[in-house]
């Protein structure tokens, strides 16, 4: 079982700004930009909002096209976690992709 690292964004007056991810981040920073890096080229039209959630008492960077969310991002220290949501009709396009079979297996039985 994965362990998950605790988020560490949970000052709800402590917007998460550049500066304040990538003090947390360290040297994950460079990967946190890489990432947004390419998905700013790849999907321009994706937007992105942090919000502070008080049942998690932490904020979440919430990544969306127009109404439909993409994804959420949380930050720990030294790391981060993303959350893709994927639609049941992709469960086919998975099952054939060379993704590692535990990835598979995990998704298939969610």
Not at 11 to 37: I, K, N
Not at 53 to 66: A, I, M
Not at 68 to 90: D, G, K, M, N, Q
């Amino acid at each position: 079982m994965v362990t998950l690292a605790r988020p560490v964004l949970t000052d709800p007056a402590e917007m998460p700004t550049d500066a304040v991810v990538h003090r947390h981040l360290g040297q994950a920073a460079r990967l946190w930009d890489a990432l947004f890096r390419r998905v700013h080229e790849a999907h321009p039209a994706f937007e992105e909002e942090w919000r502070y959630y008080r049942d998690g008492k932490s904020w979440l960077l919430k990544v969306t096209h127009g109404s439909r969310t993409i994804c959420w991002v949380s930050v720990s220290e030294h790391s981060f976690r993303l959350t893709v949501y994927l639609p049941a009709r992709a469960e086919h396009t998975i099952a054939e992709s060379s993704l590692p079979a535990d990835l598979k297996s995990q998704f298939l039985e969610a």
